[in-house]
Every structure is written in structure tokens, then in C-alpha cells.
């Protein structure tokens, strides 16, 4: 089907996808440099070694409704006056 395009849209078709293309790959390296995460580093070869691995533990809080304390969510009743959790 391509063999049926005038000259001019081949050459039209042709040049939007090579800018497209050329669009993206800066998009890719820009990406690419910004959101590196922390510890990853390119070597020259171009293989990513990771060298730490951060974890993120996240501790939920909830303020008991009666005492007004802050205690883990992991408990049913509030560790400070006993008073039951709200659903
Ligand atoms: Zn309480």
C-alpha cells in the first residue's frame, strides 16, 4: 500500500514519524536522567546495578475519639483508656 503514495505524503508520513520518534527518545533521556531513583547508578556499559533498596514502613495512626491519644491502628481499643475504635 505504501507503493500507491505519492512521492510527497511518503516523504510527509516519513518525516512526522522520525520527528515523533525523535521526540521521544529526548523525552526517554530526560525521563530517564529526573527520575533516577536514589541509589541506582548507569555504569559505562549501560547496565543499572541498584545498590541499596529503600523501605518505606508505614505506621498508621489513629486519634482515639475520648482520650484524644494517638495509638497504632494495629490495636483494636485505644492502649491508653480502653475506649473502642470508631469503624
Ligand atoms: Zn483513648
Redo the contacts with the bound molecule.
Sequence with gaps: MLQAFPFDSFFTLFFVLFVIILILSVLTTFLRIFRRPRGVESTEEGTVVVKEREIIREIVKIR??????L?DEKYD???????KRKP
Aim: charged share 5%; proline share 14%.
Design positions: 482515639c475519639p475520648y482520650c484524644n491519644n495509638y481499643k485505644c492502649p491508653h483508656c480502653g475506649g
